[in-house]
């Protein structure tokens, strides 16, 4: 049912300018939260792809100069729990975005610096949501389990800041010579014997798995390319003007602007493409 709507959503309004293609999940994808499945494995997802790709999760919105923003739920993900993906990705050699409509100046993302050794670029989070009770204290002894007995043997600074996995720049090149793939799955198979999963609430084995394969190993992306924990109860502690001048938002947390009033949500509701069938609507705009 999703990718005839998702076509025709496209297909019958403004985003028929995109460039575009939807990729269908496999059948051995994680029944629970499929999307996580797709960090893992965009060097598979994605074979003709070399390079720096941008991987955005639903829940953001994009912005450029003109202020212009696109809601990656309408380009990239229609509906989370769907078999269709569809990732804004862009081509390292024809800089065409691959599939997705992106902003033009998504390009800076996709020219964020690394070293040839670098795995991928990702954002550093000290903080966490604001006010909860491990506000100001996220580091990677309370995102994973240090004491798991295949960690033991890996030097990680505790007390170092993790990173956040819902915007990344991935170096796919690099992730295939050095058998990223690989090395996630053996981490998410060790999970299911014991956790490597920390004490940290809403942490999971992918992102943990990524923390340990990539740590000190990547890029840090400039703050304003990720402006999380809008969808916590923090989220507001962003000022208007400060989040006008951020050049993606994301509304990570359990809340989300299509559902209930949120932080900022009426920066995502400006930008919100109707669905033509009318089966997809925001929460308060229904009845």
Known sequence: MVLPVSRLWIKSTKLHRMVYKLRTLPRTRPKDRPLRFVKTQLSELFPELEGPVVYLDWDVILLWEQQTQLSAADSCCLDKASLALSCCCLDKHT???????????????????????????FSEDCTGPAGGPWSGRRRYATALNLHQSQMMDIDIDAAGCP????????????????????????????????????????????????????????????PLWHVQHLGTSSGGRHSKQFVERAKLLHWSGPSKPWHRRCAHSELWERYFVPDPTAQFRPARKRG
Request: charged content about 25%; glycine content about 8%; aromatic content about 10%.
């Open 95 to 121: 800089k065409l975005p691959l599939p997705g409509l992106c902003p033009g100046d998504i390009w800076e993302l996709n020219s964020t610096p690394m070293r040839p050794d670098h795995l991928g670029a």
């Open 163 to 222: 990173f956040t996995t819902g915007v990344f720049l991935a170096n796919l090149t690099r992730w295939r010579e050095t058998g990223v793939t690989t090395k996630l799955r053996w981490w998410l198979d060790s999970h299911k014997r014991q956790s490597i999963v920390g004490v940290e609430p809403g942490m999971d084995e992918v992102e943990a798995a990524m923390l340990i394969v990539f740590y000190d190993r990547i890029a840090h992306l400039d």
